[in-house]
């Protein structure tokens, strides 16, 4: 006895195959593409590196520093240009400000381990 299927039922099933991940590849662009909100902060990197298994990212860690004697909050951030990523190595150590974009809802860690994604940094010093 042998199956076969019909021209229909073939493009049924690359339908419902192939439009779940259209839509996510959607969904994606979009969450990288519109940026939910945008600023800067400033302070001292303190530890930058490029992570990953697979794929890899730059991630850092800035140190906001508000009033002498207390406690630095830190700021987790990504970067994704690796020519915004050489700036910021060239920074360290300096007080700096990033700006920075948000992007809510990505769904996966592949393009950063933050939401918070550095677009460009200055020396403040």
Request: aromatic share 12%; with cysteine; charged share 20%.
């Amino acid at each position: 006895m042998t199956f076969t299927l019909s021209r229909a039922q073939k493009l049924i099933i690359a339908a419902v195959v192939i439009v779940p991940v259209l839509l996510l590849a959607l969904y994606t662009w979009t969450a990288l593409s519109w940026s939910y909100s945008a600023g800067e902060r400033a302070g001292y990197v303190q530890k930058f590196s490029k992570k990953g298994w697979v794929c890899k990212t730059w991630e850092g860690e800035l140190a906001l520093v508000s009033i002498p004697g207390t406690m630095s909050e830190k700021f987790y951030f990504t970067v994704r240009d690796d020519a915004v990523a050489a700036r910021v190595n060239q920074t360290m150590g300096k007080r700096v400000a990033l700006r920075y974009e948000q992007h809510k809802g990505i769904p996966t860690s592949c393009f950063g381990e933050t939401e918070y994604f550095v677009v460009d940094v200055k020396s403040v010093e």
